[in-house]
């Protein structure tokens, strides 16, 4: 199974990235997780994009693809991936579809968590509280939201025309939404693996 969760910061795709990854059997590939790290090591990458993740604008298309595209290539090849976090641009998504040309790593699905903005700032400021992330100030929050419309929103359209995109109710318990993703892919005919 090859799986993008979509959906703005808030959301939930970190939480259900590491539970669909655990129940589907593949790998969760979170970039802003990955990306937090490579800042967090103070590895060239993390010093070139710091900047990026601080304002909570997006790291560069080419910077971001040139990073997780060999690492797509390989959750594919181990059994399928969770995307959480990626692809976040048109051009992400196309430059997906073209290395699917040549490697079976395209996406099967792309399930999209649907919260209301009320309560997206609500649960962002929750987190804000208790994991201090640097972008998840009430001014960088907003940010993020903008960018989120701008830049991936897009991306809902881009998977409908494709007949890949499923639309999820992410405005309940973490648990409800697990297991109704789950159903919706059983529903699909999408099988783990
Ligand atoms: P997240 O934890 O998914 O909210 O991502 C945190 C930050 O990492 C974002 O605000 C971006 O700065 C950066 N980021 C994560 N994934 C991507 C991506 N696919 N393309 C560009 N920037 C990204």
């Known amino acids: 199974m090859r799986l993008v969760l979509l959906g703005p910061p808030g959301s939930g795709k970190g ?12 790998v969760h590939i979170a970039t802003g997780d990955l ?3 490579q800042v967090e090591s103070g590895t060239e990458l993390g010093r070139t994009v710091a900047g990026f993740l601080d304002s909570g604008q997006l790291v560069p298309d080419q910077l971001v693809l040139d990073w997780a595209l ?8 181990a059994g399928g991936y969770v995307l959480d976090g990626f ?4 051009a992400q998504a196309i430059a997906v579809d073209d290395l699917a040309q040549r490697d079976p ?3 099967d699905v792309v399930v999209s968590l649907e919260v209301a903005r009320a309560e997206l700032l609500r649960r962002l400021l929750a987190r804000a509280a208790e994991e201090g992330r640097s972008d998840d100030t009430h001014e960088v929050i907003e940010n ?9 929103s897009p991306l809902a359209r881009y998977y409908r025309e494709q007949a890949k995109l499923l639309l999820v109710d992410a405005d309940r318990d973490a648990d409800e939404v697990t297991e109704s993703i789950l159903s919706a892919l059983a529903e699909r005919g999408q099988r783990p693996g």
């Open 35 to 37: 990306l937090r790290e």
């Open 15 to 26: 939480t259900q990235g590491q539970r669909l990854a655990s129940r589907l059997g593949v």
């Open 144 to 152: 993020r939201l903008q960018v989120f419309a701008e830049e991936t």
């Open 87 to 90: 692809p976040r641009s048109v």
């Open 70 to 77: 060999p690492q797509l290539r390989k959750a594919a090849a």
């Open 105 to 107: 790593i395209a996406v």
